[in-house]
């Protein structure tokens, strides 16, 4: 066995630990920490977590109604279905993920932990999901409801209000002091077809530009929106 292939193995069994389970089949918890960047470069998504996200999207949707049926028993539906949608959103996912330092475990392209990949919400919040479908299907319902029922604990009483990313926050911001629209626009592109560097420019109609570079475009326009924020607010 390889150095690498040691590690990883090591690396598994040390998030099953953190997990509070011991899998039957880790190859399950394998494909759910795969990102479909591993994936596409290997030639097939069907090999990542993303079909584990769908699935555990519905058993954290159910086992969530559960959990707000029993904590508040005399709300009305509208009231549960609000606290529901705050509980499954990406943002609850990913600061789930965090708080057990899942994305150090995150199989992922170099290009894809460059951009921002370890620490972004949306990559964060389906590992988690798949992770929890990884529990369900090797060990149940209880399981998977043992182990949300342990994390999302500490959420009930937060407020989960989804944090502006960098474009909505450029967008208010100009548009505050009534300006327009920023315009993106790509000004480059490297690496091979099935893991592509782009790199994009962002500008203000007044004139300022910045440009960042990442594994996807929206990656790069977050991060390019980020740094023009701070040059205007800086000029401010």
């Known amino acids: 066995m390889s150095d690498g292939a040691k590690e990883h193995r090591e690396n598994l069994s040390d998030l099953a630990a953190k997990l509070k389970h011991s899998f039957n089949d880790p190859s399950l918890l394998e494909t759910a920490v795969t990102h479909s960047s591993v994936s596409t470069e290997q030639g097939s998504r069907l090999y990542s ?3 584990l996200e769908f699935l555990g999207d519905r058993v954290l ?3 969530i109604a559960e959990i707000l049926l029993e904590r508040f028993p005399t709300e009305e539906e509208g009231a549960l279905a609000r606290r529901h949608t705050a509980m ?3 943002e609850a996912l990913a600061i789930v993920a965090r708080e057990m330092g899942l994305g150090a475990y995150i199989r992922m392209t170099r290009g894809e932990e ?3 990949g370890r620490e972004n919400d949306s990559l964060l919040s389906d590992c988690c999901e798949a992770v929890i479908a990884a529990l369900y299907l090797d060990g149940g319902l209880t399981v998977a409801g043992d182990f949300i029922r342990r994390n999302w604990e500490s959420l009930l009483g937060r ?3 989804p944090p502006k990313d960098n474009k909505t926050s450029l967008q208010e911001w100009l548009q505050a002091k009534g300006q327009p629209l920023p315009s993106y626009q790509e000004v480059g592109r490297r690496g091979p077809a099935h893991a592509p560097e782009f790199e994009m420019k962002v500008t203000a109609v007044t004139g300022e530009t910045a440009a960042a570079s990442g594994s996807s475009k929206r990656l790069a ?3 390019a ?3 023009l924020l701070e040059i205007l607010k800086g000029d401010a």
């Open 49 to 51: 977590n993303e079909r």
């Open 61 to 63: 949707g159910l086992v």
């Open 88 to 90: 499954v959103r990406k």
């Open 114 to 116: 460059d951009g921002g």
């Open 159 to 161: 407020d989960l209000k």
């Open 221 to 223: 326009e977050q991060k």
């Open 225 to 227: 929106a980020g740094r």
